[in-house]
């Protein structure tokens, strides 16, 4: 027998103890639920690249944000699919007044004035360029997009919206968005900035649900490199000074020291955006019998936790609240 002042394993010898000496926990007010809207009546499509999220036309959507509630969920992150005819090179639909995003803020905050909603600030939905900002001779503006951010910022609070989320990474953006809200009387409604947006293949199911995907090039001149961390820093600390109210590290799963980074750091709250990339994973792994789907959708969460969030954007939401409850 070894003599062993230490054994680690005592504090794993039942469930009742692991449960006790736990360092981190989930949580259902952690999340956020990402949900997507189109235009039409009766509609909810799955998105095939995303097994169970759906895109739901408004009326379904209500019927819906029910049953999210019913899970205990608090907020939801509300994105907006718009057809080709809609789009244009600057996205002008995206602040234009009674627009299916819009309208369906203000009727979901009508019908749920308790549910958080959070809004996605950037062009890409209204683009026929598909990129987050204003397109010409194949470069990305950067102070012309701020001006069509700042717009769709405001109109989203008019509808609204309890936080703005501009996930569009143009530099000044969050400063110029803030000050355009105080000067509206919004100074209640928060920003939660994309702050470590990285240009990731994560993102395809997203831009499959949106039908978004640049229509040429990538979003290499303004979303970050996955191989970069202090950058992270620079960008938290112009979120910071601008007047953001939390900060997001987007993806989550493969970017865990960018959010300890940020956490450690900042004395703001942290999100995790866990993508459509890193659900749609394990879903297909699940289907086809190659891993616990739920066992390894809770360890990836808590994973984030662990790492320093304090939020997760995540289309486990529902998922994960029923284990939880
Ligand atoms: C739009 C936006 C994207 C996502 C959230 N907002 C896509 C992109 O930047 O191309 C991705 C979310 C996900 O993959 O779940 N700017």
Not at 70 to 81: D, V
Not at 87 to 100: F, I, P, Q, R
Not at 162 to 183: K, T
Request: net charge negative; with cysteine; proline share 4%.
């Amino acid at each position: 027998m070894l003599i062993l002042n230490r054994r680690p394993r005592r504090n794993r010898v039942s469930a009742g103890v692991r449960d006790m000496v736990a360092e981190h926990s989930l949580s259902v007010n952690d999340f956020i639920f990402p949900m997507f809207v189109q235009e039409g009546k009766d509609i909810k499509v799955e998105i095939s690249s995303m097994p169970g999220i759906y895109r739901f036309s408004l009326d379904q959507l209500l019927v819906e944000i029910e049953d999210v509630v019913a899970h205990g969920i608090k907020s939801i992150c509300l994105f907006p699919n718009y057809p080709e005819s809609k789009k244009d090179a600057v996205g002008s639909e995206s602040y234009k007044e009674g627009t299916l995003y819009l309208n369906a803020l203000s009727e979901i905050k009508n019908k749920f004035p308790e549910l958080v909603v959070m809004t996605d600030v950037a062009l890409d939905p209204y683009s026929s360029d598909g990129h987050d900002g204003i397109v010409k001779d194949g470069k990305i503006l950067n102070d012309e997009s701020v001006e069509v951010l700042v717009k769709m910022s405001v109109a989203q609070a008019k509808a609204g919206a309890d936080i703005i989320g501009p996930s569009d990474m143009m530099d000044g953006r969050v400063g110029a968005i803030r000050q355009a809200l105080d000067a509206e009387g919004f100074t209640h409604t928060s920003i939660m900035s994309y702050t470590a947006k990285y240009a990731s293949a994560f993102y395809g199911p997203f831009r499959d649900a949106l039908e978004s995907a640049p229509k040429f090039g990538d979003k290499k001149t303004y979303q970050m490199n996955p191989a970069n961390v202090k950058e992270a820093i620079l960008e938290a600390e112009l979120d910071f000074e601008e007047g953001a109210d939390m900060l997001m590290v987007k993806p989550a799963f493969s970017y865990l020291d960018v959010i300890k980074t940020l956490k450690e750091n900042f004395p703001l709250p942290i999100t995790a955006y866990n993508v459509s990339g890193e659900y749609a994973m394990i879903k297909a792994a699940a289907q086809n019998g190659w891993i616990d789907g739920d066992k390894a959708m809770m360890e990836m969460l808590i994973s984030m936790k662990r790492a320093g969030a304090d939020i997760i954007l995540t289309y486990f939401a529902k998922d994960a609240a029923r284990l939880l409850s």
